[in-house]
């Protein structure tokens, strides 16, 4: 069965930097198992070949950025399973492959992510003969103009318990209020619910050098069809979260996260986990 290409650029660029991941960096900071069979084997073959653009800077900033948030999202879930949480939302999910390499199956797990993105998720699964477990839900929903929250309780979500939201990649491509109302969605939910979510700093909190990694990503995302339409001050986007209901918030630079992972980021984006 061939491969069917992303409805995304973007979803195909973070998946294939995790996928290289494991192929290029020493100790992994996000051990995938699934993260080269869910590309396909030609996939696969190319970036086993590809061992000369991969050893280059951005290459491999890149991957760490795309490793580092992954492992955040996923070491916050494991902390709120300890602490009872047993519902999982993976918001923007794309190709991230969790649900399908955890031994979660006392979860409830969902996948949120526009129609067509998830339709071709789940080719790719098959493609790979990767099984979807059952206790993993398909929630199709747009950021941009539908309630989250409607569309998650009729797929089963039980707003009477709490959650553990993770979305990575997402908020940089809407604009702020939609960025706003899926937080608010967030806050609304049962105490003790968390989301960890990735967003890019305002450029007046960035050095020069950073600034020009930022108009060189922006432009390059702006070549296949995306684009940045979104960056928040840290100082007031806390401000604001608090103002929302977000009990607790932990926001995380570069520096706290390289010391966190042991390896060295951009400050362009940055990680950011509130919990109501």
């Known amino acids: 069965m061939a491969f069917p290409s992303p409805p995304k650029p973007s979803a195909w660029v973070t998946a294939t930097a995790r996928a290289a991941h494991q192929l290029y960096d020493e100790p992994l900071i996000l051990p995938d198992p699934l993260a080269l069979r869910i590309l396909g084997s030609e996939r696969e073959a190319e970036l086993r070949a590809d061992g000369q653009r991969q050893q ?9 950025t795309m490793a580092v948030r992954a492992r955040l999202a996923e070491d916050s879930w494991d902390d709120a399973q300890q602490r009872g949480v047993q519902q999982y939302v993976i918001l923007g999910a794309g190709l991230d492959t969790y ?22 998720k789940r080719d790719c699964l098959r493609a790979a003969g990767i099984a979807e477990p059952e206790h993993v839900s398909y929630v199709a929903t747009d950021f941009t103009t539908t309630a989250l929250m409607e569309d998650l309780l009729q797929a089963g979500f039980d707003a009477a318990q709490p959650a553990c939201c993770s979305w990575l990649g997402v908020s940089m491509y809407l604009k702020p209020d939609e960025v706003m109302r899926t937080l608010r969605e967030i806050a ?9 979510f990735d967003y890019c700093v305002h450029r007046k ?6 600034c020009t990694g930022l108009d060189f990503i922006a432009a390059s995302l702006a070549a296949q069809g995306e684009h940045l339409q979104s960056s928040f001050e840290p100082p007031l986007l806390e401000h604001v979260l608090r103002q929302q209901g977000f009990r607790h918030i932990d926001d995380f630079d570069a520096q706290a996260l390289g010391t966190r992972y042991g390896t060295r980021l951009s400050g362009i984006f940055r990680l950011l986990r509130a919990t109501v």
Request: aromatic share 6%.
């Open 56 to 64: 280059h800077p951005l290459a491999a900033a890149m991957r760490a």
């Open 99 to 120: 649900a399908y390499r955890s031994n979660a199956a006392a979860a409830r797990i969902y996948e949120v992510d526009l129609h067509a993105m998830l339709q071709w």
């Open 188 to 196: 609304d939910c049962a105490p003790g619910s968390s989301i960890v």
């Open 205 to 210: 909190h960035l050095s020069e050098q950073e």
